[in-house]
């Protein structure tokens, strides 16, 4: 039975400003997605690791790096909604609260109860 391990979630997508897709060129249809892992112990996480952000045409369903982006306007909101939309979910650190309030519950009540 594994007790450990690494697990990881898709963060909500978003709509990206503008820009056409770099195979089929339609335009203003691209998306950016992206999942973070985690680290869980018996499957309840406890502190996120690295995250993976890319783009999805929802036109031809393709999936693209922001290297391969040619449109200026594209990398720019592309690189915004990385730094300030994809948030690591809060679930991603229920192990830690958990932990912090089971160690506060220790240290605090004894002398609560005195
Ligand atoms: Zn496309």
Redesign the pocket.
Known sequence: MIIFGTSSSIIHPAKLDGGC??????EN?MWIQGYRKYFHIFWIPFFPSWKKVYSI?S????VFEKYEFESKELIKCFEYFENHKIKTPWYHFTGILILLALIIGIAVVPFLTK
Do not use: A, D, S
Request: hydrophobic fraction near 10%; include cysteine.
């Open positions: 897709c770099p195979f089929c060129k339609t249809q045409c036109h031809c369903k393709g």
